[in-house]
Nanobody, 121 residues
Framework: QVQLVESGGGLVQPGGSLRLSCAAS????????MGWYRQAPLKQRELVAT???????NYADSVKGRFTISRDNAKNTVYLQMNSLKPEDTAVYYC???????????????WGQGTQVNVSA
């Protein structure tokens, strides 16, 4: 059992900022990739940003230059700093963590429950 707890969502005005956090816990041997995805109403879930165990990052074109993904390996936590928010960023944001379970030594791919981000005037 690998559990992800998300926090930091809320309502902000266009141009504002939010910082999302996602802490992983449970049956974890090693965390590899971590990332954030989002799903707007009536749309498919899309990748927002990912970060590897070596801290290489990748961003969707729509958020590049505005969002920053980072991780704290000691805390098994991934963050998403969102600046210059736009109404188009409104969505449920989901944390994703991939790695290896401790016992049995198997791969896991876990998702958070999602946190709502509303960008509106």
């Amino acid at each position: 059992q690998v559990q992800l707890v998300e926090s930091g969502g809320g309502l902000v005005q266009p141009g504002g900022s939010l910082r999302l956090s996602c802490a992983a816990s449970g049956n974890i041997f090693r965390i590899n990739g971590m990332g954030w995805y989002r799903q707007a109403p009536l749309k498919q879930r899309e990748l927002v940003a990912t970060i590897t165990s070596g801290s290489s990052t990748n961003y969707a074109d729509s958020v590049k230059g505005r969002f920053t993904i980072s991780r704290d390996n000691a805390k098994n936590t991934v963050y998403l700093q969102m600046n210059s928010l736009k109404p188009e960023d409104t969505a449920v944001y989901y944390c994703n963590v991939k790695g290896y379970r401790d016992y049995p030594r198997t791969v896991f791919d876990s998702w958070g429950q999602g946190t709502q981000v509303n960008v509106s005037a």
